[in-house]
DNA sequence: TTGAATGCAAAAAATTTGCATATTG
DNA sequence: CAATATGCAAATTTTTTGCATTCAA
């Protein structure tokens, strides 16, 4: 998986850079990491630090090749994650900031309804859904 | 209800002021808008305009009030509206960007599985649902 | 070799903040 | 009159862009 995205870049006439291995890297071990958790990543890594534009630009680049892709946890930053790490729903509370997940198995009949009563196609894993969990839900 | 928002901020120390009442009348007539169209919409209302930061403490002393609600329909953008307008799910379109919206209903079969497995009180009208509309899916 | 990618610095875009002045209650 | 709200300008924060240089293929 991870290693032929190489070969997909070069596939498009595009390149497979250390930079963006290394930004790879970073979004696989991190799971949920805003651009600049992944800067901030990176310059651990040993290597020297990448400009912030080199990984908005190589996370643009793994995107478009469907390697990785992004959620939206809350309003000020998308969070990328390997692709195959994407089928759970997010759900951020409130209360404490914590961000659980859940199957995304338990939004088939939602996806489903929303399909029969507008046609629409919904994928409920781009943005997350905000609420209480049980801890801050109980203390209200 | 819009007219005892006055009363509801007198009552906690604060002020109702012209501004306030613009930018009020402004979101209920846009029904979706974000503060950068707030300011655009009081712009045209025949009064002065308001500086950008009055509108961004308007819609913040509004909301803490409880008299209006914003939700996100991208990772750029709030979007206001009246409290008592909150009560759908919101679906955009990766295709042609059209916002649609559909009955907090469809999604109470959802609410209720997260409530079950997780204990987390879902608000699903917080952020949007994204996907393909009827007409682009078709087009896919 | 050659065009795509990088790095830097400057530009944008979107809020936020400090503070003097104006206004509400 | 006293304290809150406004307006402006400057500061932040986050992301994008131009361009000369480097490097993957």
Do not use: N
């Amino acid at each position: 998986m991870v290693q032929d995205i190489g070969e997909q870049l070069r596939a498009q006439g595009r390149r497979m850079t250390p930079q963006r291995q290394r930004v790879l890297d970073a979004v696989a071990s991190l799971a949920h990491a805003t651009p600049e958790d992944v800067v901030a990543a990176v310059a651990r890594d040993g290597g020297a630090p990448l400009s912030p534009s080199t990984v908005y630009r190589a996370l643009e680049a793994l995107e478009s090749l469907g390697a990785v892709g992004h959620t939206h946890l809350d309003h000020r930053a998308p969070t990328y994650h390997l692709a195959d790490h994407a089928d759970h729903v997010h759900l951020v509370c409130r209360g404490c900031g914590r961000v659980d997940q859940c199957e995304r198995a338990t939004a088939v009949q939602f996806e489903a309804a929303v399909l029969r009563s507008k046609g629409f196609v919904a994928d409920v894993t781009h943005m997350a859904v905000h609420g209480w969990c049980s801890d801050c839900a109980k203390k209200r």
